[in-house]
């Protein structure tokens, strides 16, 4: 399985932008999921959707904001991020997780290669 992350770049506090990941390979199943890494911090979980049920786990951070969505047909997951902050400045990723608990994906598997986002104030 590879999957391949796009859709970042440099935008202003308060626009939108829209991420997306495809699988190639194999069809998406599990968790499929964003992290994000800003620079001097550790990766982080952003947001998260069961492949099946579309259910969506988001971080305190990006509620409200950030919406994460799957497409069966295309074989991809989608990250549309509004009102975008300074904050949001990382490289996104996005990877499978077998489960989630507590809110948060566990069992990271495959991960894509990121995509930078960079939020200028």
């Known amino acids: 399985v590879q999957l391949q992350a796009s859709g970042g770049g440099l935008v202003r506090a308060g626009d939108s932008l829209r991420l997306s990941c495809a699988s190639s390979g194999r069809p998406f199943s599990n968790y499929p999921s964003w992290f994000r890494q800003a620079p001097g911090k550790e990766r982080e979980f952003v947001a998260a959707i069961g492949w099946s049920r579309g259910n969506s786990y988001y971080a305190d951070s990006v509620k409200g904001r950030f919406t994460i969505s799957r497409n069966f047909a295309s074989n991809t997951m989608s990250l549309q991020m509004n009102s975008l902050l300074p904050d949001d400045t990382a490289v996104y990723y996005c990877?499978?997780?077998?489960?989630?608990?507590?809110?948060?994906?566990?069992?990271?598997?495959?991960w894509g290669k990121g995509t930078l986002v960079t939020v200028s104030s």
């Open positions: 990877g499978r997780a077998r489960l989630i608990r507590d809110g948060v994906p566990y069992g990271m598997d495959y």
